[in-house]
């Protein structure tokens, strides 16, 4: 692979972070992920009965933060040149480390920690992912995130 995208992109690789916008998380928005996940559980969508929790809020699903993660990547990391199509591959660990808030504001941090060539045209790219909660020394999530692009 030796187009000049690639070429950049391999420059990455070294200790480039790229930081997204912060993202609100409502009650709003997660009553809306509730809905269409079917979990109702109380601590997300029932602020009274939450108020008697360790939080003092509702909190955000865990997996709602997670589903932001492609929001927060588009957000920060620039367009590659020639990229045709990316796909999610999964992730290699994923671990939900602190509670969102309903009031909190969330972002993205992304690191490129690996590049693999699959053929000429497609490469699988690996981050290490970073969910930071503003005013929280803690981060919301930690990942390593796969994905592949085909040029």
């Keep these: 692979m030796t187009t ?3 070429t950049k992109l391999l ?3 070294k200790n480039k972070e790229w930081t997204s916008k912060w993202f609100q998380v409502n009650q709003e928005l997660i009553n809306s992920f509730a809905k269409v996940t079917h979990d109702n559980q109380y601590i997300h969508i029932d602020p009274n009965k939450a108020k008697d ?9 865990g997996f ?6 492609s929001a ?28 969102v808030k309903s009031t909190d504001k969330i972002r993205g941090v992304f690191k490129l920690s ?3 060539e699959k053929s000429p ?4 790219l690996t981050w290490s ?15 390593i995130w796969i994905e592949r692009q085909y040029f």
Excluded: C
């Design 129 to 143: 992912t970073k969910v930071e909660i503003e005013g929280n020394a803690k981060p919301a999530l930690l990942a």
């Design 121 to 124: 045209d497609v490469i699988k």
């Design 72 to 99: 927060m990547y588009y957000d920060a990391i620039p367009q590659i040149e020639g990229l045709k199509m990316g796909i999610n591959i999964g992730f290699d660990r994923l671990r939900f480390l602190a509670p």
């Design 64 to 69: 709602l933060t997670m589903s932001l993660l």
């Design 11 to 13: 420059t990455w690789k």
């Design 4 to 6: 000049p995208s690639i």
């Design 114 to 116: 690996k590049i693999t």
């Design 53 to 61: 929790t360790e939080y003092g809020t509702t909190i955000a699903h």
